[in-house]
């Protein structure tokens, strides 16, 4: 402590003291400590170059925190990668919050959230903003017409990655398969990822209740009742709607990121026809071409639906409930680590997860896949996807071209 109260840390850090004078909020999980500019900025700089989707992030992440500059010890990152698919929200995001919580504490998960996520909001919000003005060109039309299926595509690509572990035996198997029917009936996504991590308990287990306590409680059962609280009424005005539904996503929406996509088809589109799907695509197109969390398609979503007023709040209401989750994951990792429900809940979460997004991936299919030229474009950029290194970055414009000269040369 100093002469004028501050604490050691807090004033070597405000004469720029180097990262190992500095004490890290959880020592025991970091091998150095950064001073706070170095922490904004190192994840101001992921946030902006951090193309990929998440898989993406986290090798990024890898290389800074963990290799180069030790701020979290290796084994506890790896724990952290694990534990974050047993909570909702964006899983590289909050990799980036709990890195935070290990450097600086509360504060940190809130500096490093945010300077993570708004880079790329903030360039979702100018391509949407320019796709809105630009988009009654008839030129818009052919365009999309080509990314569409090549977008399709990308959600079955993220689907072919997460099977492998999604349904790695005949009991996530039989989850996946459930799910999946249970998908294309229409039933409720928030049920069936519900029924999901219960299964995944009573397949996982022998014939005796679990014992998990207030962290099974926590985990699994929470989010869940607050998901299937009664919407708003549909006269309520939009900005409120999108305020609800989003917040309602942040606290619900686990595993793959691309599950958003099953929320948004679901909801905006089916449920409350404040969205098509072919805007629904259009918007996924957008967030696909930023760096950062696919979560931002949020903010694509709420511009195009309620203006800049519902950029913001369909982004706060996203992203909001991942901070006090990331807080509460910082305290009770070690309960988490020696938790058997926990593993059991994942097991079976992750194979409903993979269920709904292909029943909704078949749904935007039957929607996207209109004629032999989207089928045959589709196809290719599957294979090319699976089988090459190109990223689904290139192929969006790529596509765009091929639908422009198509519709105008042939169509």
Do not use: C
């Amino acid at each position: 402590m100093t002469s004028d109260g501050r604490s050691d840390d807090r004033a070597a850090d405000e004469v720029g003291a180097s990262p190992a004078t500095l004490q890290a909020h959880q020592p025991e999980f970091a091998e150095q400590a950064g001073t706070w500019r170095e922490l904004i900025w190192i994840f101001f700089k992921l946030g902006v170059v951090a193309f990929g989707g998440p898989v993406a992030h986290i090798a990024m992440m890898d290389k800074e925190i963990v290799e180069k500059r030790r701020w979290v010890e290796r084994r506890h990152f790896l724990d952290l990668m694990a534990a974050t698919n047993l909570l909702p929200g964006p899983n590289s995001t909050q990799m980036t919050m709990h890195i935070g919580y290990v450097q600086r504490g509360n504060l940190g998960v809130w500096a490093t959230g945010w300077v993570f996520i708004l880079p790329a909001a903030g360039i979702t919000l100018a391509l949407t903003w320019a796709y809105v003005e630009l988009r009654e060109l008839p030129v818009m039309d052919a365009v999309f017409y080509g990314i569409q299926p090549v977008v399709l595509a990308i959600i079955v690509m993220a689907m072919v990655k997460l099977a492998p572990r999604a349904a790695d035996d005949l009991r996530t198997r039989i989850v996946f398969v459930v799910a999946l029917g249970l998908g294309l009936f229409g039933i409720n996504e928030l049920i069936v990822l519900a029924l999901g991590a219960v299964a995944g308990i009573a397949l996982y287990s022998t014939w005796r209740w679990p014992r998990g306590g207030a962290t099974g409680m926590l985990l699994g059962g929470t989010p869940w009742l607050l998901g299937v609280a009664p919407s708003p009424s549909p006269d309520a005005e939009t900005v409120g709607q999108l305020a609800w539904l989003f917040f309602k996503f942040g606290i619900t929406l686990f595993g793959s990121g691309y599950l958003l996509v099953a929320y948004l088809q679901t909801d905006l589109v089916e449920r409350t026809g404040l969205l098509t799907t072919p805007q629904l695509i259009e918007a996924i197109v957008i967030g696909e071409m930023t760096p950062g969390p696919l979560f931002t398609v949020s903010t694509a979503v709420g511009y195009i639906l309620g203006g800049l007023p519902g950029a913001v709040v369909a982004t706060l209401a996203i992203f909001l409930p991942s901070f006090f989750l990331a807080m509460l994951l910082g305290r009770i990792m070690p309960a988490i680590k020696r938790s058997e429900t926990a593993t059991k809940v994942l097991k079976g979460l992750t194979a409903a997860v993979l269920g709904v997004m292909l029943a909704v991936a078949i749904e935007i299919g039957l929607r996207v896949i209109i004629d032999i030229p989207t089928a045959v474009l589709a196809a290719a950029a599957l294979a090319t996807l699976i089988w090459t290194r190109v990223s689904a970055i290139a192929l969006i414009p790529l596509a765009g071209l091929l639908g422009y000269l198509w519709i105008t040369f042939v169509g």
